[in-house]
């Protein structure tokens, strides 16, 4: 049937609802009818739009002999504080639930496999239950395998949301915009992440993807404009400490942009290019370790951040694009382990005060590099802004040359300093990190480097 116009039936008093022939099928129900309604059990469908725009309705009544609710069929329903839908359903179309805004819970059936469904632009799509600002909780079942294309967009009312082991794709925009979740269990099922999925959830702080995950989609690109929203965790403005799992092998783009107290990312092996505009804007980022594996870093990849102060480039990056340290305003070291990569000038504007070491040996180097001045990078360093307590130790990352010795030496005071060997590194990779294997005791403690 085509569909029914919301003002079709006005002037019929007495009509509240529509069905087929054979009362199958509820095509339209009384967009003025208010209180409670119980569906006929004759009714194995909803149709599309069935519900759309009934404000004043409060609850209604699925019975157990509906197996499909179709597109948009409660849409705007702004009164319905509780929908249980009956294990026999196993069809939920695009928006059945959009903007149902005094929802507040919602039972979702057993049997289900897809949450909403999925399309070609996810940003304009109608989820599932998306706008439904109340809704605080929600039990996702076993049987789902997919959650859909904004399937719990716009929900700002919900705080925690655990995804089964049932769960492969979690598709673009899932969970954009829910600005109360603050913790969120991604399972080790999931080998895909859409774009935008987690985008402006604004109280999430930890997020861990598991090893399986194999894609996270890229940022859609925009027309000229360097800032984008559909990165999978752009705009989490909470979010403080990331772990990648070890099936990733790139860092999507924008997937972290504008994620301004993001402290800690941990990237595994597995990762060869890291996208543009992957973490721009993070301005809390004091330090990240890119993993030898890594060959290109896409244009903007860090800009904006600028409370990182010092980054060692591995051996393996043959390529930075435009921008992607462009206003890291605190950098101050730039530290390669292998030959100049290709470069563009823009590619430093506005961290004015960076220099470029390089090890002996290495070649494609200058008195400058991309408008920076160049030193031989002669001793082991401790990378600015990794000093602190991990792991309940005092510690810090030591870089140089790859499989160097070097020695960590402390002492209690300058005056008249006794320094005491206290570890040995091998940097493999040129890169180690360095723990405390002592209790700090001592009102100050210092460290320093030498190669034996």
């Given at each position: 049937m085509p569909q029914i116009d919301d003002q079709a039936f006005a002037g019929c008093e007495r009509l509240d609802a529509l069905f087929n022939h054979s009362q199958t099928i509820l095509h339209w129900f009384r967009r003025d009818k208010a209180g409670d309604y119980v569906i006929p059990e004759s009714v194995v469908e909803i149709?599309?739009?069935?519900?759309?725009?009934?404000?004043?309705?409060?609850?209604?009544?699925?019975p157990d002999s509906v197996t499909d609710i179709g597109e948009n069929a409660f849409s705007g329903c702004t009164s319905l504080t509780r929908i249980a839908i009956p294990d026999?359903?196993?069809?939920i179309g695009a928006g059945a639930f959009n903007d149902c805004t005094s929802l507040t819970s919602v039972v979702i059936p057993d049997g289900l496999t897809t949450i909403g469904t999925g399309c070609d632009d996810c940003f304009n799509c109608f989820g599932f239950v998306s706008g439904c600002s109340s809704l605080a909780s929600v039990v996702l079942p076993n049987s789902v395998t997919r959650i859909g294309c904004a399937a719990f967009s716009g929900c700002s009312s919900l705080a925690s949301v655990t995804i089964p082991e049932s769960v492969t794709t979690i598709e673009g925009w899932a969970f954009y915009g829910c600005t109360s979740l603050t913790r969120v269990t991604i399972p080790n099922s999931v080998t895909r992440i859409g774009l935008g999925t987690f985008s402006?959830?604004?109280?999430?702080?930890?997020i861990v993807i598991p090893d399986n995950v194999e894609v996270i989609e890229d940022a859609l690109e925009r027309g000229g404009g360097r800032r984008d929203t559909?990165?999978?965790?752009?705009?989490?403005?909470?979010?403080?400490?990331?772990?990648?799992?070890?099936?990733l092998s790139r860092i999507a783009s924008g997937m972290f942009d504008g994620c301004t107290s993001l402290t800690s990312v941990t990237i595994p092996d597995s990762v060869t290019s890291i996208g543009r505009g992957a973490f721009q804007d993070c301005s809390s980022l004091t330090a990240v370790a890119?993993?030898?594996?890594?060959?290109?870093?896409?244009?903007?990849?860090?800009?904006?951040?600028?409370?990182?102060t010092g980054l060692v480039i591995p051996a393996g990056v043959t390529s930075i694009e435009d921008g992607s340290f462009e206003l890291c305003?605190?950098?101050?070291?730039?530290?390669?382990?292998?030959?100049?990569?290709?470069?563009?000038?823009?590619?430093?504007?506005?961290?004015?005060?960076?220099?470029?070491?390089?090890?002996?040996?290495?070649?494609?180097?200058?008195?400058?590099?991309?408008?920076?001045?160049?030193?031989?990078?002669t001793n082991p360093v401790i990378l600015e802004g990794t000093l602190g307590m991990k792991a309940n130790a005092l510690g810090f990352t030591i870089a140089w040359a790859a499989d160097a010795t070097v020695v960590v030496e402390a002492a209690a005071d300058l005056t008249a300093p006794i320094w005491v060997p206290v570890s040995t590194h091998v940097l493999a990779g040129g890169v180690a990190e360095f723990r405390d294997p002592e209790p700090v005791t001592e009102t100050a403690r210092f460290y320093r480097l030498r190669s034996p």
């Open positions: 149709a599309k739009n069935a519900f759309t725009g009934c404000a004043t309705l409060k609850s209604v009544v699925i026999s359903v196993t069809s402006y959830c604004t109280s999430l702080t930890d559909s990165g999978t965790f752009s705009r989490c403005t909470s979010l403080k400490n990331v772990t990648l799992g070890s099936g890119i993993p030898n594996s890594v060959s290109g870093i896409e244009g903007l990849a860090f800009w904006g951040c600028s409370s990182l305003i605190t950098l101050r070291a730039l530290y390669f382990q292998g030959n100049a990569p290709d470069v563009t000038e823009s590619v430093f504007d506005g961290a004015d005060n960076v220099t470029i070491y390089y090890l002996p040996g290495t070649t494609g180097w200058g008195a400058t590099y991309a408008g920076r001045p160049t030193a031989i990078w």
